[in-house]
């Protein structure tokens, strides 16, 4: 199926909801286009589930921590400098979660290079939460780009389930979340500064973290507006 007809499928599939729901105000500027009915309801956790609730663990040396998929490959590629960098001086472990064998994987592993570096296999997706516990930092490099400006900041949210301070790409749509006390918001150029801040900080930023998300993201209080919508277009 070419790319043009899955688009066309989109389009078509929006146009004819009675009503959408969006994660972010700039997705919600590109789905406006196709259906006013639409609302933003943000990305949100049950914290009380399983994969959310294990105990940190303790760490010898600080490790830093970043989840995600091969979708993710030219991400990467902004910190794979200051990662090794920090790595190199003996200032960090590394890990590297979602891993499922495959040629990009491997290619994505092959950047970084060191005893510091550890890779975490994929997992389910109602597990994967888990490998959040080996972090005391996590990152979520982002380039900004109008396709990645209508993502959401579920790193940031995934991260405040374990207490974690994390340092995120200055961009859209983590720059919804500016105040945010227990984000850190890194500039191309500023990865390597903003880790050793964010581990220097760590327990203040994560608390902070944590504190900010449970009371904007939690999934009970967006379940209440996602039925009152649900409610609206089924009268």
Same mark, same amino acid.
């Given at each position: 199926?070419?790319?043009?007809? &899955? +688009?066309? $499928?989109? +389009?078509d599939a929006l146009h004819y909801a009675d009503g959408v729901t969006c994660t972010t105000r700039q997705l919600l500027d590109q789905v406006k286009q196709y259906n006013k009915n639409s609302i933003v309801?943000?990305?949100?956790?049950? =914290? *009380?589930?399983e994969q959310w609730k294990h105990s940190r663990l303790a760490n010898e040396k600080? +490790?830093?921590?970043?989840?995600?998929?091969?979708?993710?490959? *030219?991400?990467?590629?902004?910190?794979?400098?200051?990662?090794?960098?920090?790595?190199?001086?003996?200032?960090?472990?590394?890990?590297?979660?979602? &891993?499922?064998? #495959?040629?990009?994987?491997? #290619?994505?592993c092959s950047m970084f290079k060191g005893d510091w570096f550890h890779v975490v296999r994929g997992t389910s997706a109602n597990a994967y939460g888990e490998v959040y516990k080996h972090f005391d930092v996590a990152i979520a490099p982002l380039q900004s780009t109008k396709f990645n400006s209508c993502k959401s900041e579920l790193k940031i949210i995934e991260a405040s389930a374990y207490d974690l301070p994390i340092v995120v790409s200055a961009c859209e749509p983590y720059l919804n979340r500016i105040d945010n006390g227990g984000?850190?918001? $890194?500039?191309?150029?500023?990865w390597y500064d903003s880790i050793k801040q964010a581990l220097s900080n760590a327990s203040r930023l994560g608390s902070n973290n944590a504190h900010y998300c449970k009371k904007f993201h939690g999934i009970k209080l967006w379940n209440i507006e996602?039925?009152?919508? =649900?409610?609206?277009?089924?009268k």
């Open positions: 199926v070419s790319q043009s007809r &899955y +688009k066309n $499928a989109i +389009k309801l943000p990305n949100c956790l049950d =914290y *009380e589930h600080p +490790k830093v921590g970043w989840v995600g998929g091969i979708t993710h490959h *030219e991400d990467l590629k902004l910190i794979v400098d200051d990662i090794t960098r920090l790595g190199n001086e003996g200032l960090i472990d590394f890990y590297l979660c979602g &891993y499922t064998p #495959s040629d990009i994987w491997d #290619s994505i984000v850190i918001f $890194a500039k191309p150029d500023e996602r039925m009152k919508f =649900y409610e609206s277009i089924c």
